[in-house]
């Protein structure tokens, strides 16, 4: 179940030729109402792709009635010509669907730099239109694959309405945000300000805190859309509850799948003095190449560990820094605490808890190991 | 021609069984005098090691009359037990030379987080304080690799005086530093002031603007010792251009034996508003795994310098961005310009340049590729 799960949305997935393998590579989402209250948050990157720069104006509003997303290139950096693609994607799915082009949101993902061909994809935005149904969500999360293994889609119930999400992304996975695609649904009938709070405390501690490997992407985008259909008006807390939920699922699933990983990795930072200490600490460690080869290589490396806390500006004492891996503490005081082979990390969950022993604060951040068949896949191929 | 290249200096380097293989790995440098004037920087990282610890407080008075340097172990993260290891070693070395423990600078450089053998350490400072000779700086800079694949030697001759260097550094190389051990001598006749003003212009655009893999290092420590021996007192600003020279060259050892690189990168910004703009570019850049794995791959993908560009505050406009590769201009304003397929990147050296259009400062980083004998490397050895 998915996108397509809460009452009042229909979807559809086609393949467009866009992608050279043939596999599904366009896809839409519509919202039937009767509400069109949609949030959503975007890449912070400040060179982002021509449907990024599109859909920040379709969500002036916080109103949306659809969203047609393709894999099979990124739109962007493609200048004016790539503005006017993903302008006309919109104005055509409006068109077939009776609104107007400022309520479709537009994502594209693939290849950076060149441009989307435009008669392919318009042929595929046609045919996605004729393939709605409610039944759709699944042919949707394939169409939007890149180097994903395999379709992402969640679905949790709530008291009388339902969420639904897909994904997509396996690299750039960055803070702020990895290089993802996130389409959110819901039946619940809420208002813009209240869907807009909730998206924004949903990502800040799911999407926002997923580090794959360290790169910020370019076209960005999770976007919620809200069709009111049950006619359920849930309490704000409750939802953004289980809307964090939803988007947690969909960010575990993505570090899953991140490009060439053999281990996720859980970097816990405790007692921190504040909650943005707790996170710069955890992000320097998530992006240390050092200590991410060290976790490929099953190797609890704290050093590395404590050379990358020792990067930020956080409040703590290099000499009461304590580290666990998985639980044992191999770092007491800035230095050896229990021998380091009582640690195991031939399994894929790798927790790391870093205490600062400044405070009550704490965050988690999440990132993959640095591979081989990371370095093979981002070398081998252009994305 | 190395450290002992200028008059006054005296080195050595033994096999004190730190290091498995049995290679060479106590290093000593004596200043003979007259002068004693000396200059250090050191690592910016808060997790400071032992080594680091002690030979901030020898700087104090900007005075060393020696530095004793192993490799073999890092001494960092060792605790109490660790400091009184480093600072017996410099005991030793000031008793059998007759000067004061306060007056020897220590480094270590080796694996983090594990006791250094205090016995073997002090054995081999034994041998290398009988070994010392006007001609052991090359037996010195062999005994401070770690996982270099060639010692980092130069010299330079200036009006009546010469500097001589000797570096080490293969990984953790990164800004305010990499992980690295300089010392450089001279025995031109300069004031402390001088000196240190002199060391920190040269580190400033050179040693500093290395990053290769992002990594902080907790040893790092670039020394300048002058003996005064040959009586000429240049001018400051020749004294700065020379040992700057000395810098860049021992830098580019550095960078050119980096670990598992396949490529050097200079990576070029120019026109932007501000020096400060030019680096933080920079060094996005230079830390952008997926830019670094495309140069491995020989693939000139400046979309992924785009999306690192964008990830600052730097002052610019992303659709007015050029981007070359070996002076090939195939990105400009912000989309496609020359064909990609003019680059060539079959060479070891790359050159990438970015034009902010923003203002008229510049600034160039070095860095390498990310490959998989990097990660290899880094995964299958503890460092």
Redesign the interface.
Known sequence: MTVTAPQGFRASGVAAGLKPSGKPDVALVVNDGPSDVAAAVFTT????ANPVLWSEQVMADRRAKAVVLNSGG?N????PT?FQTTHASAELVAQRLGFGAIDVVVCSTG?????LDRDKLTAGIEKAVTELSTRGGAAAAEAIMTTDTRSKQTVREGDGYTIGGMAKGA??LAPALATMLVVVTTDAAIDSETADRALRAATRVTFDRLDS??????NDTVLLMCSGASGKTPDADEFTALLTEVCHDLAQQLLGDAEGSEHDIAIQVVNAATEDDALAVGRAIA????FK??V??K?P????I???????EAAFE??E?DVAFNGVWI?R????GEPRDAVDLSGREVTVTVDLKAGQQSATIWTND???A???E??????
Chains 1, 2 share one sequence.
């Open positions: 990157n400040r060179c982002k990124a962007c950096y493609t200048g790539g290849l950076i730099g060149e441009e690299g750039m490997d360290g790169c910020m992407s370019t992006r240390s190449n050092l080869t060290a490929y290589g190797d490396n704290w050093g590395r404590l050379a990358a806390v020792g990067t930020t290099p000499s820094l770092c005081g800035g230095a050896p640095l591979t081989k990371y370095v093979h981002n070398s081998a191929y252009s994305t």
